[in-house]
């Protein structure tokens, strides 16, 4: 089946009982046996939920897995991951993650004998060079945020595989419209769905898809037995955005490209970040590995002036000055006091995250007001 069907029949049927098209909220916790272990699959909704499952098997099929794993946001489902590690064992990460996955490597794990290393993706000989007896894991996102690095998924894997290392990759940004790591040898996709499998900035949820029978195993033991599970009013409206998902994507790779285009050639502003763009660093893997280069663009004004980029962020309007990213209208973001707040300076400056620098979310608005809003603000 190809993408666009997936998204609006995986996973979903009509209910039995009465013909509901849509996928009832079973708004249950608890299910009716007709003797002691005797039941329909389910017994309990913090281990099993008809809507969940309905939402599980849909994304294990839009990133061609076999198990799908919802969680309560997207960092219980990172927890889940590192909950597979133990004391002693080591992670190599990406250098430039969401502030909040490098808060629970570095906050949380650290403490309980987790040891991560945070190297430069784009060149794999860091990683090598971080490799010894006792790493277990490597976690990619890709692209980063905000910086728009793509880094190689095969690569990763075909270290990996060699090392006997698990490949985890963040595909938030690029949903699986763009890319779907398990089919470049990832073993586990994480998703924070409340950014564009979302899409109305209404739930915040996520998820792990795998391919591996075991693995799920072992990661529903941990679902299950932690319980940051999700309800299933919120796992409906996850159904229900997942629908329009390779809609709203296309529109978003449209404008957000559209809006790289003009940014770059703007005489105010000094650096646009878009994989997209011809000039961009990881314009060339980028794509090789993706069917688009996605809806976030990140820039820096000229003159590198904080009180200039607030100014910029205070005047714009339809471009709503906020955390997230992903939904339908457009959001404007400052990495450096609010998404990566919690990375610290020395570390985003070392990184290439800039106290200046504005991240776009472009929404499905008309991009002809989305342009004309920047040109505004820009002055
Ligand atoms: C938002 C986000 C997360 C965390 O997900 P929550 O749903 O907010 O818990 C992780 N990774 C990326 C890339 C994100 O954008």
């Known amino acids: 089946m190809k993408f666009a069907t997936k998204?609006?029949?995986?996973?979903v049927h009509p209910d039995p009982s009465t013909g509901a098209v849509m996928t009832p909220i079973f708004q249950t916790s608890t299910y009716a046996q007709t003797s002691p272990g005797q039941h329909k699959g389910y017994e309990y909704s913090r281990t099993h939920n008809p809507t969940r499952t309905a939402l599980q098997d849909s994304l294990a099929a839009l990133e061609n897995g076999t198990h799908g794993l919802c969680f309560s946001s997207g960092m219980?489902?990172?927890d889940a991951v590192v909950?597979?590690?133990k004391p002693g064992d080591e992670v190599i990460a990406a250098n430039d993650l969401y502030g909040g996955t490098y808060r629970i490597f570095t906050k949380i794990y650290a403490d309980f004998g987790i040891k991560f290393h945070f190297v430069p993706m784009h060149n794999m000989d860091e990683?090598?060079?971080?490799l010894n007896a006792n790493t277990k894991l490597l976690w990619v996102e890709t692209p980063t945020n905000p910086l728009l690095n793509v880094i190689s998924i095969a690569e990763a894997a075909a270290i990996a595989k060699s090392n006997h290392l698990l490949l985890a990759v963040d595909n938030t940004f690029a949903t699986p419209y763009l890319q779907n790591p398990l089919d470049l040898g990832a073993d586990i996709v994480m998703h924070s769905l409340t950014k564009y499998m979302a899409g109305h900035s209404d739930v915040v949820m996520g998820a792990l898809i795998v391919k591996d029978e075991a693995l799920a195993q072992r990661l529903a033991f941990i679902q299950n037995s932690c319980g940051a599970t999700p309800g299933p009013q919120d796992c409906f409206l996850i159904l229900r955005g997942i629908k329009t998902l390779h809609l709203r994507m296309q529109r978003h790779c449209e404008?957000?490209?559209q809006i790289a285009n003009f940014l770059d050639t703007h005489p105010k502003v000094?650096?646009?970040?878009?994989?997209?763009l011809p000039l961009h660093p990881s314009h060339e893997i980028a794509s090789k590995q993706m069917r688009g280069f996605g809806g976030i663009v990140s820039f820096v004004l000229k003159g590198d002036d904080i009180d200039e980029a607030r100014r910029v962020m205070e005047?714009?309007?339809?471009?709503?000055?906020?955390?997230?990213l992903g939904g339908v209208e457009s959001l404007c973001t400052h990495p450096a006091s609010m998404t990566h707040a919690s990375i610290p300076k020395a570390e985003r400056e070392?990184?290439?995250l800039r106290d200046t620098l504005i991240r776009l979310s472009v929404g499905v608005e008309d991009v002809e007001d989305l342009i004309e809003d920047l040109a505004q603000a820009i002055g």
């Open 255 to 257: 404008n957000a490209a």
């Open 270 to 276: 000094e650096r646009v970040y878009y994989p997209g």
């Open 83 to 85: 909950k597979l590690l």
């Open 76 to 78: 219980a489902a990172i």
């Open 7 to 11: 998204a609006i029949h995986a996973g």
């Open 127 to 130: 990683v090598r060079k971080n």
């Open 315 to 324: 005047t714009i309007k339809l471009f709503t000055l906020a955390e997230s």
């Open 350 to 352: 070392k990184n290439g």
